[in-house]
């Protein structure tokens, strides 16, 4: 019959202080703060892991839009083609556009960039930097020749707004006997900062009717549709249905798949890792539990020579490994919430924004990520546990007693 106040009583004998075996105790509380750390560092890296992931993706959900629709000929994106998607799916916001590659100059400066041309107006509705950019604009009634350009562009050209810079265009023109590329001067009427720098230095925004003057764009047809919805991953299919062959659709992760994959896996080998941290703490409550059952082989052996049974032995020396790593999981928990809390309050790491996205440490811990550190560690805490049981309950009793 198994005595469960026979265990619990010898379980807090052990917890205690020994004075003769004090190294006993200092391993012990080795390995818990030693597991402790690990959850409290693991619950730190996956938060930040999963903070920064958030927000790349906002920034870029925002700058390449939920879905895009391209034409694969020149003709095959039309406003009936429109008409048709706004029927079909009348939540979703659309802006068609023009897209061509400049390479943008003032004075010495030079850039190359991708030049947009939208329509200021509905392009603002689904793009709320671009919005934001818009909205400073107090005049209204601009020339169809108006740039909002990336901050990092306008700073690299050494302009301003309210100046004008030369856009180069691919296409070329006649002069003279030869020809050069066409270029136009654009004015520059607000500039945007979407955090990430590569887009700020890469992409310009004018009207669609600088498109059909400069680069002869057939007002009817587009070279692609930006679309805004909540859930472009469920709706991607069902609008594709409705495409003609000559267009397609790419949802906003499919253009930075690569890039998600890269964090993910990142992600992953950042857990595996910080794990041997709890892993080199399990070997500790090894250490300890092995400490313990060498230093009371002999209680052990009238503990058994008393009726006590082996399940119960194993019982003791098994619980005590447990306890010293559930109080090691729980109070690195309480730590690893108070270093997030102490991050999000406290600016005490600044990030380069225009590598980040942000100036501050972003920390988003999910639960499911919680979870697996929790479950994890446990499983790494209840396997060191088993060794050290069997030992002391493979203890000959006979064998001690008659040395001692």
Do not use: C
């Not at 629709?69 to 998607?85: R, W």
């Not at 887009?199 to 070279?223: C, N, Q, R, S």
């Amino acid at each position: 019959m198994f005595n469960r106040e026979f265990v619990n009583l010898f379980i807090k004998h052990y917890l205690k202080y020994d004075k003769d075996n004090p190294f006993i105790f200092i391993s012990a509380l080795l390995a818990f703060l030693g597991i402790s750390a690990g959850v409290m560092v693991l619950m730190i890296a996956m938060g930040v892991t999963n903070g920064t992931q958030e927000e790349f993706t906002k920034k870029l959900f925002v700058m390449n839009y939920p879905l895009t629709i391209t034409s694969y000929e020149k003709n095959g994106l039309d406003d009936n083609l429109l008409n048709k998607i706004k029927q079909k799916f009348p939540n979703v916001k659309i802006s068609p556009y023009y897209v061509t590659q400049v390479i943008a100059k003032n004075a010495d400066s030079v850039q190359g960039s991708i030049l947009y041309g939208v329509d200021f107006n509905k392009e603002s509705k689904i793009n709320s930097i671009l919005a934001k950019a818009y909205s400073k604009v107090k005049n209204r009634n601009y020339s169809k020749f108006s740039l909002i350009a990336g901050e990092g562009l306008v700073i690299t050209l050494g302009a301003k707004v309210g100046e004008k810079i030369t856009l180069f265009f691919s296409q070329q023109q006649a002069v003279g006997f030869g020809t050069m590329p066409l270029q136009k001067r654009f004015k520059i009427i607000s500039t945007f900062k979407s955090g990430l720098n590569a887009y700020d230095k890469g992409i310009m925004y004018t009207t669609k009717e600088a498109f059909v003057k400069v680069l002869k764009k057939d007002p009817k047809y587009y070279d692609g549709v930006h679309i805004y919805t909540k859930e472009p991953m469920k709706l991607i299919d069902k609008i594709k249905k409705i495409l003609p062959p000559s267009v397609g659709i790419e949802g906003w992760w499919e253009q930075n798949g690569g890039f998600f994959r890269a964090m993910q896996i990142e992600k992953k080998a950042l857990f595996l890792v910080l794990m041997l941290i709890i892993l080199v703490a399990s070997l500790n409550i090894i250490s300890s539990l092995l400490m313990t059952v060498m230093s009371r082989r002999s209680e052990i052996a009238l503990m058994k020579t008393l009726g006590a049974s082996t399940k119960e032995i194993k019982a003791i020396f098994f619980r005590l490994g447990v306890i010293v790593g559930v109080l090691g999981i729980i109070f690195g928990t309480i730590l690893g919430f108070i270093g997030m809390w102490v991050l999000k309050t406290y600016n005490i790491i600044s990030l380069p924004a225009d590598v980040y996205g942000t100036s501050h440490i972003p920390i988003d811990l999910h639960l499911n990520d919680y979870l697996l550190i929790i479950a994890g560690t446990f499983i790494i805490v209840l396997v060191a546990s088993i060794y050290p049981a069997k030992k002391a309950a493979n203890t000959n009793a006979l064998k001690v007693l008659r040395n001692e």
